[in-house]
Each structure stands twice: as C-alpha cells, then as structure tokens.
C-alpha cells in the first residue's frame, strides 16, 4: 500500500457497498479486462551533472538533460484472478509500470484502465480498491508499532471495525507476527517488515495488488513463508496480483502467466514452461550406468559432458537430439536410469534477457536473477 495523498473526505462507511456502487460505475464494464493497458509510454528527463567545479557553475545556468525511455508503447491484458510475473532485468521498466498502474505517476501518452478506472486519476474510489506494496520502500511509520499504522489504514481506508480486526488477525496469524504487533517497526527484522508491510497492504481487501520486488534481501525461509502466503491468500480471494521479482523460486511458485519486459518494451507473454520451449534449444541428462568404470571412457568424448561420477554422468544435449542419442547409448551401454531435465530456469532466464537486449551483454542488468535451490 502506498501512501498516496488523502485529500478527499471518504463518503463510503462499507467497503462492500463501495464495490457495489463501483460496479454500477459508468466507466466500469463487466466485459473488460480488470487491467487494460493500451500503448502506454513514459520517460523521464534526467539531469546529466558534469564533473568538476566549472562544469557545476555552468549547470546553474545551464542544464543538460537526457531522456530515459523507461516504458515504450506497452499493450497488455489482465484477467480477474490471474497471478501475472513481471520480470525483465534491472533498469527494464517494471517499477515504472507499477507506478503507472498505481497512479503514483502520470504516463506521456497511452490509455490504462484498471477495475475501469484510470489510474493517475487518482480518485478515492480506485484508491480502496487496490494496494502497492514495494519490497525497496518501506511505507509504516518507522518510530511506531505496525499496530498503530494498520489502525490508521482502517480509518484511511474506512473498513467496518470488525471487518478490520477479522482481517488483521487471520493475516497475522497466517504471517506468524501476531506478537511483534507492539513493536516498533524500526527494530523488526528485513524479514518481519517485510511481512507487516504486506498486512498493511492488504487490509482493505485490495481487489488487485502490485507488488514490487516483496521477497528482496530475505532468507530463503522468509522468502518461502511469503511465497506459501502469497499463494494461500490469492488462492482463497481470487484477486488479481501483479509481480515483480528477481527470484525464480517466486515466479516458479507462483505466477502462471509471465510478461518479460526488457528495454521497456513486452518481449514475451506466456507461462514459464512456454519461456523454456521457446528459449531453452537444449535439455540435461543424467544417467546412470551399471558396470565397471572404463565403460565411461566412451561417454566422457560426448560433446558437452557436465560432470562424471560414475556410476552417473550428466551431460547437455540440443533438444532435438535427445531421442537419437538416447536410443544409441540405451543400445550399447547398460543404461540403469535415466533423467532428462530442463536446464535451471536461472540459466534459461538469463538468456531470454540477454536475446531481449539485442544480445548485448550487460553485466549490470542481471546480476540478482536468483534461484534458491
Ligand atoms: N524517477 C526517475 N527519474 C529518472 N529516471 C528514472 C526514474 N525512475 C526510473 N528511472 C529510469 O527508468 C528506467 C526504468 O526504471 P525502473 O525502475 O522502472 O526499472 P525496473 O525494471 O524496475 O528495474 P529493477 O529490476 O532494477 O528494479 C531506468 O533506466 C531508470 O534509470
Ligand atoms: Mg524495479
């Protein structure tokens, strides 16, 4: 949830009946898409600072500027219900797309609607039915307990005190933070935080959720806790989720629809097991073989052997090769068991972004897709 200004007094005292008028809502056509993105573009102008005393003296007078194109004509459609991954490597526009979809910033030129409103409108009623949460940001007050924010949310968000005090505790319980309530949230761990910050988010019962980077700099074991709420939570409600992440595991477990978003623009759509067929020219096969081990002297000259341990040896093979080697070494090997694999999805990722940049390498770009095996 993103502390966006409050200027209007909430006239709604029931959040329900605040849907009910929304779907009554001129704008809002039942046959739409919940999020409709059509061609939408923004860039920043970014000041370009020279070195040294004199080059500063003359940026007081005159100032330099460079356009970054964060986000080019992007189109895109989301149904009610769907769990759609952001990812594209850093510096791709995906935060810029939150920010429009959440109204924190105004596009150059494009059209949006989600739940049939447009979101830099910025009207209240929008505002109670979606939440932005951002892994980078920290959005409670920092000196008081997370108790005292998610109250200030229930009076901002106007939900009904029972409404509020069911959905707080069931989310607490179900995050296991019930008992740092009362602590300040400036001495809860990355962790903790992390986890109030996302109660915080949810405790309008947000139809559609953006969230940016929410596992970033967690353990493995608090990144799986969120991964399983995450899951639990939009498996019950059935609300809309958009996100962003560099870690696979989240996508893996989570999304079943992927957009990769690369120089920003949309480079693919479709599931992850699309992305591997589609990226992926090559598959891995383990096998394991009975006998002494000079029968592996002949495996080992197999083009791109991985590992020879007998009795296994792991080796890459070009997908359309498989069934042609495999029936060779099932005919002159003892072959005991066989696993072919896809390559790590890490490995497969790196590579789709790579091709997205044009094939340009940049080590920059890339450097967190992480899988936590
Ligand atoms: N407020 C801003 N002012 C100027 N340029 C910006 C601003 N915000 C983002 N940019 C630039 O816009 C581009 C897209 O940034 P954005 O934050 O959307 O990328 P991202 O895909 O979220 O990257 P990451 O994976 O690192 O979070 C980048 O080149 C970035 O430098
Ligand atoms: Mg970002």
Redesign the pocket.
């Known amino acids: 949830m993103i502390a966006l200004d409050y200027s209007g007094s909430l006239s709604f005292s029931n959040l329900a009946q605040t849907r009910l008028l929304a779907c009554k809502h001129p704008i809002y056509n039942l046959a739409m898409s919940i999020i409709e993105i059509n061609h939408l573009s923004k860039s920043?102008r970014?000041y370009q600072k020279q070195e040294g005393v004199w080059a500063s003296i003359r940026g007081l007078f005159r100032r330099e500027y460079r356009e970054?194109q964060?986000v080019r004509d992007i189109s895109l459609q989301v149904e009610p219900g769907e769990f759609v991954a952001f990812l594209?490597?850093?510096?791709?526009?995906?935060?810029?797309?939150l920010k429009l979809l959440s109204g924190v910033i105004n596009p150059d030129s494009g059209d949006c609607r989600v739940m049939g409103h447009v979101p830099w409108e910025r009207e209240n009623e929008y505002r109670r039915r979606f939440a932005l949460v951002m892994g980078q940001k920290n959005q409670l007050w920092w000196d008081l307990p997370a108790a005292e924010s998610f109250r200030l949310n229930q009076h901002i968000y106007a939900v009904p005190l029972d409404e509020f005090d069911r959905t707080r505790d069931e989310l607490c319980e179900m995050l296991d933070v019930t008992h740092l309530l009362g602590q300040p949230v400036r001495e809860l761990s990355l962790g903790e935080r992390m986890k109030m910050e996302l109660i915080a988010a949810l405790l309008h019962s947000p139809e559609v959720l953006f969230l940016?980077?929410p596992t970033i700099g967690l353990d493995v074991v608090a990144q799986h806790k969120i991964q399983q709420f995450l899951k639990a939570y939009q498996e019950e409600r059935k609300n809309t989720i958009v996100l962003?992440s560099?870690y696979m595991k989240d996508i893996q477990a989570l999304c079943q629809r992927v957009v990769i978003?690369a120089q920003?623009s949309i480079f693919h759509d479709g599931s992850l097991d699309d992305i591997i067929d589609r990226f992926s020219g090559d598959k891995i096969v383990t096998l394991q073989i009975g006998g002494p081990d000079e029968v592996f002297q002949g495996l080992r000259k197999l083009p791109n052997v991985l590992e020879v341990e007998p009795p296994r040896i792991k080796f890459r093979i070009g997908r359309d090769d498989v069934a042609r080697t495999l029936s060779d070494i099932l005919s002159t090997y003892a072959v005991e068991d066989i696993v072919v694999e896809d390559p790590p999805i890490e490995e497969v990722i790196a590579k789709v972004f790579t091709d997205a940049q044009g094939g340009q390498v940049d080590d920059e770009s890339h450097p967190d897709i992480a899988g936590v095996s």
């Open positions: 920043y970014v970054v964060a594209g490597p850093n510096g791709a526009g995906k935060t810029t797309t940016d980077e962003t560099h978003i920003g």
